[in-house]
């Protein structure tokens, strides 16, 4: 068993670490993508301070609970090698969970960008 974290230093490494294996997973840099094209609509669009606040908010929480469900996913394969139903539930209910959230997230960016959109199309 390791030593617990020494100092900040040291913690933040293995959170890096965290981050760096997440960027690896296919979904989390679809997610990326996705927050990369939302940030750049936002530039483009001029969105406010409290927008900014909401879609920074809804970005790190998706991708946040992407690696979540990346971790469930890598323990019950580690915990259960083999095929089995019982696993099969788990790793449904966290991609549901994500998937709530993406969905959540779409209504959300509609309410700040499409006003936004259709005046800048207006104008």
């Given amino acids: 068993m390791k030593a617990p974290c020494k100092n900040f230093w040291e913690s933040l490494h293995y959170a890096l670490n965290g981050l760096k294996l997440s960027s690896q997973e296919p979904h989390f840099r679809l997610m990326l993508v996705c927050a990369l094209v939302a940030v750049i609509a936002a ?37 259960q090698p083999n095929i089995s139903p019982q696993i099969k539930v788990i790793k449904d209910l966290a991609a549901g969970a994500v998937l709530i959230l993406c969905l959540a997230s779409l209504i959300i960016a509609g309410f700040i960008f499409i006003p936004k959109i259709i005046n800048f199309l207006v104008s």
């Fill in 43 to 79: 530039i483009l669009l001029g969105i406010s301070l409290v927008e900014w606040s909401i879609l920074i908010l809804l970005i790190s929480t998706i991708l946040s609970l992407e690696t979540v469900n990346t971790l469930l996913e890598k323990l019950c394969d580690y915990l």
